[in-house]
């Protein structure tokens, strides 16, 4: 059974987990753009989507659970 706090605990960790790898992207991306590289924006572009991807294993490892 899944309780509140292992909801809560998943927005947390997702959170911070998509914070780190889209920020990190966002980061790069745009310093190799700023640098003259445009193969930064392969780089930035998909950061926001990527950054949920850790959120949904950590949900679906969650949901296994049911």
């Known amino acids: 059974m899944i309780q509140r706090s292992d909801i809560l605990w998943l927005g947390v960790s997702a959170g911070v ?6 920020g ?11 640098n003259g590289a445009p193969i ?5 572009l998909p950061g926001a989507p990527v950054s949920a ?3 949904w294993f950590l949900a679906k490892r969650l ?4």
């Open 40 to 44: 930064g924006w392969l780089l930035m």
């Open 53 to 55: 991807i850790p959120g």
């Open 24 to 34: 990190l992207m966002l980061g790069i991306g745009m310093d190799l753009i700023v």
């Open 17 to 22: 987990m998509g914070c780190l790898v889209g």
């Open 63 to 66: 949901a296994r659970q049911l």
